[in-house]
């Protein structure tokens, strides 16, 4: 229920993103869907780098025995 009510928000916020006009800094700015492509690889490049770095900051189990 709550994820079918985020999908259609996000599907209706770029839909109005495409209806309305948007005054953009850069081109890409301007293309439909942007900012939800944007955070989709933002939060997908997050978590990847954040998987990688609790793998190279991650102590023994017996760590606090030595």
Do not use: N, Q, T
């Amino acid at each position: 229920m709550i994820f079918k009510a985020l999908v259609s928000a996000c599907v209706a916020l770029v839909i109005l993103e495409i209806i309305f006009h948007r005054h953009a800094s850069f081109p890409w700015e301007s293309w439909p869907g942007f900012y939800a492509l944007w955070g989709f690889v933002s939060l997908f490049a997050i978590v990847v780098v954040g998987k990688r770095l609790g793998r190279g900051l991650k102590r023994d189990e017996d760590y606090y025995d030595e």
